[in-house]
């Protein structure tokens, strides 16, 4: 008998002795980037990706039989890339150029995430609940996702795109009841009504990331004419043909042009053909980059092609042909020659 009370008297010594208060503290941490991967420019469905984020609060040392529970909201921004979380966010590049996207709190993409609790969008929420011993205190840990997406149908220009959220558009809010006895109940707001609350700007940082390869699309081009010639050519004939192609915006791209179907082996030179039966016969012609018919349009990179960056529209090349004079006259016939086209970007 005396033993029993001694050990209850020890007890009671103890939850006497135990501080009545303890602080929770909760931080996270979150995986450094959302990667969108390779973004399509008007792709018709859209892209997702999410982000994972662990939550872990600690309280002091309470009681034998304490708990606490914590009820905390993870508040996200607008981000570097701009917009804000109660319309659209965006993505941008360094030379300006944006991509929508959006955070969200479900994997149905039905609640935006918000920076303020219960707010409009509202945080992402979630609570916990754990003991908080005598000897060392307590913790617990969470982990959470949000679920972001990139909608369809954006006519996006080539380029890294990215947001950064961190400082101020990462913010955690907490509040947290405890008792030294029993099971603590969960505040059922992040910022009131509760044993404490406390909040923290600068709770973690990650970043937004896609990328939208540079892509050149359709292209049209118009055949060169040199005309119907009667007698000899003593004089040269000049001509122009057009390339019209469309690039994605900052899609760097080059034109070549190869020497044709009727070109002798290890040369350079570009013929135009007819068959008389037996026998072919040819008329030499050249293609160039510039209207004074100085340099030379061919399919070496960098060297003797046409370069450009692409607007997002339509943009027009011109070609310029010339046949130079012939000595004596050509057999008659219909001479034509077919060119290859290739674009590298």
């Known amino acids: 008998m005396k033993a029993l009370l001694l050990g ?3 007890m009671l010594g103890l939850l006497a002795g135990a501080p009545a208060h303890a602080t929770a503290v909760c931080t996270a941490v979150a995986d450094p980037t959302l990667p969108f991967g390779n973004i399509n420019s008007n792709a018709p469905g859209p892209s997702t990706a999410n982000l994972n984020i662990t939550i872990t609060c600690t309280t002091a040392a309470l009681s034998l039989l304490a708990t606490t529970g914590v009820r905390v909201c993870v508040g996200i921004g607008a981000g570097t890339g701009g917009g804000s979380a109660t319309t659209t966010r965006t993505m941008a590049t360094g030379s300006g150029d944006t991509m929508n996207f959006q955070l969200y709190n479900n994997a149905s993409f039905g609640q935006v995430t918000g920076l303020l609790p219960r707010g409009t969008p509202p945080a992402q929420e979630l609570s916990m609940s754990y003991n ?11 982990a959470v996702q949000l679920f972001a997406q990139i909608p369809a149908n954006q006519v996006l220009a080539s380029g890294s795109y990215s947001s950064t959220f961190s400082g101020a558009s990462v913010v955690l809010t907490w509040a947290w009841n405890e008792v030294l006895l029993g099971t603590a109940t969960v505040p059922a707001t992040c ?12 709770a973690f940082s990650f970043t937004a990331t896609a990328n939208v390869l540079p892509q050149c699309g359709s292209y049209v081009t118009t055949n060169m004419n040199f005309g119907n010639v009667t007698g000899g050519i003593p004089a040269n004939i000049d001509q122009t043909a057009t390339l019209t192609l469309t690039c994605l915006k900052n899609t760097a791209f080059q034109v070549g042009l190869n020497n044709g179907q009727n070109n002798p082996t290890a040369t350079t030179t570009r013929r135009m053909a007819t068959t008389i039966t037996p026998n072919t016969y040819y008329l030499n012609y050249e293609l160039y980059r510039d209207s004074a018919r100085t340099q030379r349009w061919g399919n070496a990179l960098t060297v003797d092609t046409v370069s450009g960056i692409g607007t997002g529209s339509a943009q027009q090349l011109v070609i310029y042909g010339r046949v130079p004079p012939v000595t004596g006259q050509p057999p008659a016939g219909t001479y034509n020659d077919l060119v290859q086209v290739t674009i590298t970007y």
């Open 8 to 10: 209850v008297l020890l």
């Open 132 to 142: 908080v011993p005598l000897l060392g205190g307590g913790s617990g840990a969470q």
């Open 191 to 202: 910022n009131g009504g509760a044993t404490g609350t406390n909040s923290a700007s600068a």
